[in-house]
């Protein structure tokens, strides 16, 4: 490799000539290019990461430190008090067990389903797969804040057909428990099921129907074609769709707010950290008082970063799967 | 009857039958889940809804609540024509920012892996509560304030800013420009999934293609025009579905606010019901009427 280089060096003004200019043009316009593409890559990379380094900046400094004009980026006096209160306000190590328990089980329930669902629409013709599937895209498009205030009527006096009132004489409040969002997640109906179906399929269907087939002939049964064969093929999307249901329930505040307002979970308890820190300081100090912005953000910003840092570890690890596995499926209409 | 019978005779029938159990999931929750609560909001949006302890009551209204989301209601009418005016550009900001990105990113540098995982970051970070919390982060305003009164006149992007304005031609067009451009981080975090799907489309096209159009004497900015964009087309659709969807279901969306705080604060869920109908009708005849007008210039190549 160095070799050839040296060599090309050697005759690079002689070719130059050779070739009337051109080389050198080409040479130089290729270095212009590299240079501007890493001057905006490393703008637009600063963009994004900005903010998450100025959290960390911001969630070691003392109060002192906010409103000193001389402390930009590193704290005068270096502090974890921060975190420790950021832990207290959230009941973060409730919250963190609560979050990850439930997440973890609504996302294996809602990819297994959706892996089912997604099966099915790939692999088999049957009457009206045209309609469902057109369901599977009026899904996808539907804000679930449409039907929110149904739902939670719905949840509010839950009964299935008449047969609670008949027995109880009453129908469930099933509000603030956790079963409707796994009944919810097991129907496919959850944070963004559509989207996981319909990446499924896709998936499904580039993978060619010889194995199958074979499988078939061979007389393997429907299902343990599915789970013998086709599982095993599907790894890299299932992977990512259960990443993805996975953090996208973790910071989830729309559902979690409605259906699972009564545990305490790390988004939930993100979303009212000022309000508590106000709570908080009225309690020790006897007197309402109003917290500065700067310090409320600052313990805002702490426990951002704390709910995102499992995240980010996750996220190092498993980056592969998040990226490859969208172009994977060839996304394509 | 008989024929249909025939149809789907031995293994089809049983493939049908298999096939219906593998999406029963989702036909049960779909039933259960989205099409009665589906109606049920309709019908609401009529009525008035009375909630009692043991059960609701709904009485037919007519279009009460439409009328007082449209006539009486202060600010409804102003989010949802600012917010659909909001979407519009910002969606056009994301789909033209991520297929530069993803132009930049098919090219072969070092460190390419490292930032596209940068760029892929804020579809894991930025989701949920947190984009909402940071949307009103008041620390990093009055910061970004400081530093924009500090360090006046050295800003280039306000003196083109000035040249362009002054120039006088399409002003209105220009300052929602730069309204995209003074918020670009925004649109950098919304545009992760589209990068990657920019991506993948971007790797499928045969290099032989650029190669050949380079013999014949292509310019890069020829086979951009006549090879990439015909040929990633049908992604400009995904993507532009994607984002418009995206937007109007990121939680801090004014009007999505404005429908929970009725809700949920003020407990009054025809008018509730009313509202957010409003929003998904206007939001898919949007997304029906564009992709509809995209997809006439969508090329397929097979």
């Not at chain 1, 996750?314 to 592969?320: M, S």
């Not at chain 2, 999931?25 to 099409?35: A, N, S, T």
């Not at chain 2, 109606?39 to 008035?48: A, E, I, P, R, V």
Request: glycine fraction near 6%; charged fraction near 15%; proline fraction near 3%.
């Amino acid at each position: 490799m160095n070799k050839t280089k040296v060599k090309t060096f050697d005759n690079f003004w002689e070719r130059n000539r050779k070739s009337g200019g051109y080389l050198l043009r080409k040479k130089i316009m290729e270095i212009g290019v590299s240079v501007a593409r890493f001057i905006l890559l490393f703008g637009m990379c600063f963009l994004i990461l900005q903010p998450i380094l100025n959290k960390i900046s911001v969630s070691f400094m003392t109060e002192q430190d906010l409103y000193n004009p001389i402390v930009i980026s590193i704290p005068e006096h270096f502090t974890t008090a921060n975190y420790k209160l950021a832990a207290e306000l959230m009941t973060y190590s409730e919250a963190l067990k609560n979050s990850f328990v439930i997440s973890l089980t609504i996302a294996v329930l809602q990819i297994f389903v959706c892996t089912l669902v997604g099966y099915g629409f790939a692999r088999f013709n049957f009457p009206f797969k045209k309609f469902w599937f057109a369901c599977v895209i009026l899904v996808i498009l539907i804000p679930p804040q449409t039907i929110s205030s149904s739902l939670h009527l719905h949840f509010k006096f839950f009964d299935i057909l008449g047969l609670f009132k008949l027995i109880k004489g009453e129908t469930l409040n099933l509000r603030g428990s956790i079963l409707p969002y796994y009944l919810m997640s097991a129907g496919c109906m959850g944070l963004k099921n559509g989207l996981y179906i319909y990446m499924i399929r896709q998936f499904f269907r580039n993978i060619p129907a010889d194995m199958e087939e074979a499988a078939y002939v061979d007389g393997c049964g429907t299902l343990k074609t599915f789970f013998r064969i086709m599982l095993p093929e599907a790894k890299p999307i299932i992977t990512s769709c259960f990443l993805f249901s996975f953090v996208w329930q973790w910071t989830d505040g729309f559902y979690s707010k409605m259906f699972l307002g009564g545990t305490t979970l790390v988004s939930t308890s993100l979303a009212r950290i000022v309000d508590s820190l106000g709570a908080y300081i009225q309690r020790i100090t006897g007197v309402k008082t109003t917290i500065s912005i700067a310090y409320s953000n600052c313990i805002l910003a702490t426990g951002t970063l704390m709910i995102i840092m499992p995240l980010i570890i996750l996220y190092l690890f498993a980056q592969r799967q998040f990226v490859e596995s969208i172009s994977s499926t060839g996304i394509k209409m | 009857m008989k024929t249909k019978k025939n149809k789907l005779a031995g293994l089809q029938k049983r493939k049908a039958i298999a096939g219906y159990l593998f999406i029963a999931p989702f036909i049960i929750g779909f039933l259960v889940f989205m099409v009665k609560p589906f109606f049920q909001s309709l019908y609401m949006s009529f009525c008035n809804v009375e909630l009692g302890s043991s059960a609701f009551n709904e009485t037919w209204v007519g279009i009460v609540n439409y009328k007082q989301a449209f006539l009486v209601d202060p600010e409804f009418n102003r989010l949802l024509v600012e917010e659909i005016a909001r979407m519009i550009v910002y969606s056009l900001a994301i789909i033209v920012f991520s297929f530069f990105v993803s132009l930049i990113l098919n090219q072969k540098f070092k460190g390419r892996a490292l930032v596209r995982a940068v760029f892929f970051l804020p579809v894991i970070l930025s989701s949920g509560v947190i984009i909402g919390l940071e949307s009103d982060n008041q620390l990093m305003a009055t910061l970004a304030q400081q530093i924009e009164t500090t360090t006046t006149g050295v800003s280039i992007t306000d003196g083109i800013e000035q040249i362009l304005t002054t120039a006088g031609v399409g002003t209105r067009a220009f300052e929602k420009v730069f309204e995209v451009i003074d918020n670009i981080y925004d649109v950098a975090i919304a545009s992760g999934i589209q990068i990657i799907i920019f991506l993948s489309g971007l790797q499928t096209i045969p290099a032989s293609m650029y190669e050949a159009a380079d013999i014949e004497g292509c310019t890069k900015w020829e086979s951009l025009w006549k090879i990439t964009f015909p040929m990633i087309s049908s992604l400009f659709l995904v993507n532009w579905i994607y984002t418009v969807i995206d937007f109007c279901m990121r939680s801090d969306n004014a009007v999505i606010e404005k429908i929970q705080k009725v809700m949920i604060d003020q407990l009054s869920y025809g008018p509730a019901s009313a509202m957010s109908w409003v929003y998904f009708v206007i939001i898919l005849a949007f997304v029906g009427i564009t992709s509809g007008l995209i997809s006439k210039g969508v090329y397929y190549y097979e």
